[in-house]
């Protein structure tokens, strides 16, 4: 049975598809060389038909509610609504940062028709049902932006950020690769669902086979998470990438990884057994002190902001490791994976912004930023604290029901209140680097001019600041909207 | 008739609009501000005007007793909802607070003319008026706080607006000490003050908050009387009068009630104004309605059986000591506005000990009645005393009375206003609003059935003798006599006094000629809150009223219905402290001075008086001077070794120690980072596989 036609995912795969061929055919059929805003404008407007496709789709109830299982290698459900929403923000923002970015540099059409194509990848991962359709989303999402990390090919860090992005990216697709086959050769099926019947049928000898197909996937998944020991290429690569496609991929392809992680390696593991818990709380302590220790002593913005990123995976890995003791676990990983999502992607335009105007990205050349670039430098200040949970942002709230997760789960399992006290340090930990950026930003410096500040980033700044401050004010919609496309972890079980 | 928009009834979102109007303002302002200053000034007399006119088409809902309740989820985890409340109690609250608030925009459009500041000063405002509406018309505790801390906020603005702390705008007379602290106070430690002392407060209440919450499980005033299961756990467990009493501690904050009133006085730094605001409408009133919103909450439980009659005493107590208190300092100021200051603390006095002897005695809609009437009518005197005050600074360009002087000539409107104003404050028999008030007020706590009663009503008495005289005192040194030096040397300078332009006597004027206006039908005005009252306090909160009072009077017909007791104390008070005034301030037959130093009572109680009974000097040593010198040891013998030498640079070493090591596994090396990865893919495998 094929998936309907008018379903969220394909046509969504129709409106970026068709734009993101038409950008290249229009560079190459018009004569004199296009502006960048042209194609930047095309994406843009294909990214908001798409989101608000969902948008009407979600709200007119044509999806399904959150299912984890499909015979489909598509499900049209709440859960891949929630991530294609998340997602397609971040895109729009990485898009509309670019603008002013773009600007003087070559080949603008293809730079935004791979966005575009990335944004394909990264919504049908949500959706997918199937293994090798996953698959496919993933180097759907992953390829395209192999090529923009290096897109400044004349500078030699931005090849670097490719090239150890690309041999990271092409490891851990084969470790998928590997789990896929491995889960493949046990249950005879691609299909998730008929995945994890099989696992949770297992026969005992063949169990050890079955973890190490979880936990394959969980390397594999783990590369795009930038989960500790996972990381490594992530500090490179987000620093030498261009500022915008940094962005990209910390608040959009590291969201698309938690999506297939949730699809997969979730419900697989929970159909094993249970002990897979603690290897994740584990990572998500490690990850979340590694990176904000880290973060601490960094001279560069985007390096600095990178490291944060980590710590963040490791707060959202939180809900994920209790989500079969805590009802709230997951709700308050999905609540978080969105408000990063505008978080991170609002502090990675802000820099962006930086490094179009005045081309640094050192802490010290910041001085004095609020007010030479007032609007770009409260951008930033808003989002970094949001980013460290103050209230009334919206990561305080996020935060709050991540690590009210934790002490939620006490009762069930040991370890889980030092989940919510490690992040609870962390987070006072990361205030010391952001608030560093604050004291360079408006209290050090002498009285500089003002400088002009991009258009469209002060566009991506007044949105995020909105955003964050209205959910965080009042954050009960979103709360909502997450509590109702949350599968239920127990009774999605087959 | 019933409008919609958007599904909400019209007088719905109107609710909603009196607060957020104000506030709208303040965001506006900025903005404006950039273009034209002289703008802001019309922005702020716009939205002010709009939300007093969203207040009064609610006006003919509260005469029929009805109410608006309208809620939205706020935050639904943990169960709160936000919303407005408009019962008869807020309604007539929010107009008295729009309308007086509107008035005193409009005159501070004449008295910050030309000040460069101007925007920050409208920003304040509006933000000061938007809180205190917010507080009246929320429907829970936790939005009131919000409220409550906003109108903090913006008052510490406004005190220490002029921070430049130039000599003409402290308050105090330079070099005076009482006990070696210093009574001379600049406009941003005045602004200081005033912020700390009430956030003393704020602190009480927010404890008695949370108490309530963890019993009752909601902040929201509807919830907590339609189910009183948490009273009784709350009771059984000794804990229902603390909470109260700490939600009280937030009025006493706010309202400058004993022991937490000696901020009211430095605030007179602030433009007068903002002294008027705070004074007559957005800040010390949220006390007094905090009192009336939470009262009956509390007397009503009495019909579950629990009763709470220290909460009431204490209520009464603190309002009556701090009555009398204020009052005999006010006697002994020569600066007129800190005058009127003592006289608005001491008046909100009168207020809670109407408030706390409602809840001791049968009868909880008299106290509660005479409490809230004196609220309107002294917002009314007041607004109007302090903007004619304001006038007088400005015309003589000094703080002190005795730098005016002989000014009836000069000032003629002024003069009149401020009799008619002033008469209202001393209580004048049957003309004035402040008159009516007051004796209800005499007749409530005479009345009570508490065995506190007569102590309660001799002090209320006395006081009241003490502010007729006060006031007396006050118009004659400023209106009566010979100019002052000050004028003479101001005149021969070429400096002539005049009257105050249009826009400040007209809003001064409007409220001046409403206190003697109201005043000439105050009886049946009374009669009608009282009726009004009665209705909502049976109907909300299932208060029974059992009759209307003074069947079996000996009084003639007009005033039939009048306790003779409680009328004859008022007429009393006023003929005495009036002549007494006249005596010695306006025909001068004796010289105050001499007098003073003639008797050595006299004089030791006329220095206890000026040294505020030493209490402001008792909070400095104990909450300013002590507290330093222990800062001060410990930060000698133990952060400066312990802290600063052990922890801080331990600390410090050991995170730049460990983010050295993490930054050192990142070689840069693609070999390496390999190696991790897959050392970290083995981890994982071993950890799902033993």
Redesign the interface.
Known sequence: MMIELTSTPIIIMVILGIAGMIIPVINVVRKERGSSTFYGLIAFGALLLSLGYVIYRFYTDSVADAAIFSSDVLVDDGFGSFFAIAMLIVSIMVVAGSFNYMRKRSNPAIYFSLILLSSIGMVLIAFSTDLVMLFVAWELMSIPTYILAGYNKKDPSSNEAAIKYFLFGALSSGIIIYGISLAYGITGSTNIGDVIYGFSNLSPDMLPLGLLAIGMFIAGFGFKMGLVPFHMWLPDTYEGAPTPITALLAAGTKKAGFAAALRVVIMGAAALNLDWTLALGVIAIMTMTIGNVAAIMQKNLTRMLAYSSIGHAGYILIGISLAPFSGLGLQASLFHILNHAVMKGAAFIAVAGIVTTLAVTHIDKIKGLGRKMPITAFGLVISLLALAGVPPLNGFWSKLMLFGSAIDATSVVWWAPWLAIAGVLNSALSLAYYGWIIRKMYFEGETEKRVKEPASIVGVMIFSVIFMVTIGVYPEPIIQFVEMITPSISTAMP | MAYDFFGIPVSEINVWLIWILPFAAAMIIPAVGKFSKLSTGRVAVAFAAMSAISAATLFPMALEAHEIHHQI?????IGLKAGVLADPLSIIMANVVGWISFLIICYSTGYMKGDKDITRFWFWMMFFIGSMQLIILSDNLLQVFFGWEGVGLASYALISFWYHDKKKDHVGQEGRSALGIMEYFSPTHAGMKAFIMTKVGDVMMLSGMLLLFMFAGTFGFRELVADTAWAVEMSAQGLLVPAFILLFGGAMGKSAQFPLNEWLLEAMTGPTAVSALIHAATMVKAGVFLVARIGPIVFALAAAGILADQFFEIIAWVGAITALLLATQGMVNPEIKKVLAYSTGSQIGYMMMALGVAGLSQQYVDGYTAGFFHLISHAMFKASLFMAAGSLLHAVGSRFMTDMGGLKKQMKKTYAFMWAAGLGLMGAPFITTGFWSKDAIFAAVYESDSSWGLPLFLIAVLTAVITAFYTTRMIGMVFFGKNSKHIEKMESEGHHIHEAPKSMWIPYGILAVLTIGIGLIGLSAEEGIHHLFGEYLEHSFGIHVSHYGGEDSVLPGFLSGLNPVALGASLVAFATGFGLGYIFYIRRWVDPVKFVNSNIFFYSMHKLFLNRWYLNAFVYWGFVVAPLWMARGIWRYFERTAIDTGMNIGFEKA??W???V??G??T?V?Q???Y??G???L???L???L
């Open positions: 989820m706020w935050i639904d985890a995170v730049g460990s983010a050295r993490v930054q596994t990142q840069g693609s390496s980072y390999l991790i990865f050392a970290g893919l981890f994982i495998v950890i799902l596989l």
